[in-house]
């Protein structure tokens, strides 16, 4: 399987939107939110991705065929820290799921942006804690930093590590 990560324009803006549709309601089985009105989760956040300089939206293809995104961040929306990078959203579609494919594509992602990076997950979805466990790993050769938070009523763990310059290496 070829992996390739691509940052996503403004014409593809509709498909990431239909992509957050599918993972939102994946993540019904962690969260308790609700489908709008007009039978839409919706992500306000999305036109954001084209025009704050410290967000980048990105699709994740497998075979030239679309198989999740990746929305990064510039600055923790849980801290203060305006350094630090953030998976704000990660999704990779079941079909592509288990065969090394979110993996491949975190670490494209964080090879691209160097320095602090943290990653979000709650506790209650092992599967993801498991996931990014072990992607980190796979990217640093050492188990990260692991804090554990409560954010707006909801039990979170907070991976932290760095993405060095390999070449100085």
């Not at 410290?54 to 305006?82: C, E, H, M, N």
């Amino acid at each position: 399987m070829q992996v390739e990560v691509v940052k996503a324009t403004i014409e593809q803006k509709p498909v990431l939107a239909n992509l957050l549709e599918l993972y939102a309601y994946d993540f019904t089985e962690f969260c308790d939110f609700d489908i709008g009105d007009d039978g839409f989760y919706g992500y306000e956040r999305l036109p954001l991705y084209w025009t704050e300089p410290t967000r980048f939206p990105y699709l994740i293809y497998v075979d030239k065929k679309i198989a999740g995104f990746i929305l990064v961040q510039k600055g923790s929306p849980i801290s203060d820290d305006t350094t630090v990078w953030d998976i704000s959203e990660f999704f990779v579609m079941k079909k592509y799921k288990r065969h090394g494919v979110g993996t491949a594509a975190a670490i494209k992602i964080w090879e691209q942006f160097k320095g602090p990076w943290q990653v979000r997950v709650l506790v209650g979805n092992h599967i993801a804690c498991s996931f990014w466990l072990q992607a980190i790993k796979k990217f640093t050769s050492v188990t990260p930093a692991k804090t554990e938070a409560t954010i707006k009523g909801e039990d979170w763990i907070i991976y932290t590590f760095e993405s060095k310059d390999r070449s100085s290496l």
